[in-house]
T-cell receptor, first 115, second 111 residues
């Protein structure tokens, strides 16, 4: 398996623009997480899905952020409109719940810069 | 909110020395995990220790868990320059489904 795949790896955009980040989890995994990483706040959990259903989005900073998982192999995180304070690295991770390890598999991240 | 807090925030050692990183957490856990992050990369799972275990080894890694003190430590023996990375502890607090990470320890191993 190729692992968790995220795109784009880097995105530079201007304030007010819409940003869409994409994630393909590991095939067979049934839970997906979106995290945001900044120097100041560390790794923050934004939202997670079980079996494509959003379970907890309490970490989503505000209504400008939305996430979807239309099927088991694809998820998006959208920011509209983007602001400079949204600049961060966004990680997607997946896990097979019920497996013995409890290990999360991370993508390489999408580095977002909002000017 | 952070469940785990790593200590120290940064650690610089010479190749061949041992590196010890500590993690304290707030609520009960079923297991505690350690992850590694190379600069500009995603996190990679290193080792998991269950709440009924006190110590676990994997290669040059040794992890301990003290549930009475709500703390864990990660020891890397005979460090190498390639061990330079940030190390994070993580847990599912209170049996929740959300994996919560500490802020990490940045380890630099000088050749």
């Amino acid at each position: 398996d190729a692992g968790v795949i995220q795109s784009p790896r880097h995105e530079v955009t201007e304030m007010g623009q819409e940003v869409t980040l994409r994630c393909k989890p590991i095939s067979g995994h049934n839970s997906l997480f979106w995290y945001r990483q900044t120097m100041m706040r560390g790794l923050e959990l934004l939202i997670y899905f079980n079996n494509n259903v959003p379970i907890d989005d309490s970490g989503m900073p505000e209504d400008r952020f939305s996430a979807k998982m239309p099927n088991a192999s694809f998820s998006t995180l959208k920011i509209q409109p983007s602001e400079p304070r949204d600049s961060a690295v966004y990680f997607c991770a997946s896990i097979l719940r019920g497996a013995n390890t409890g290990e999360l598999f991370f993508g390489e991240g999408s580095r977002l810069t909002v000017l | 909110s952070q469940q785990g807090e790593e200590d120290p925030q940064a650690l610089s050692i010479q190749e061949g020395e041992n590196a010890t990183m500590n993690c304290s957490y707030k609520t009960s856990i079923n297991n505690l995990q350690w992850y590694r992050q190379n600069s500009g990369r995603g996190l990679v799972h290193l080792i998991l220790i269950r709440s009924n275990e006190r110590e676990k080894h994997s290669g040059r890694l040794r992890v301990t868990l003290d549930t009475s003190k709500k703390s864990s430590s990660l020891l890397i023996t005979a460090s190498r320059a390639a061990d330079t990375a940030s190390y994070f502890c993580a847990s599912f607090p209170g049996g929740s489904e959300k994996l919560v990470f500490g802020k990490g320890t940045k380890l630099t191993v000088n050749p």
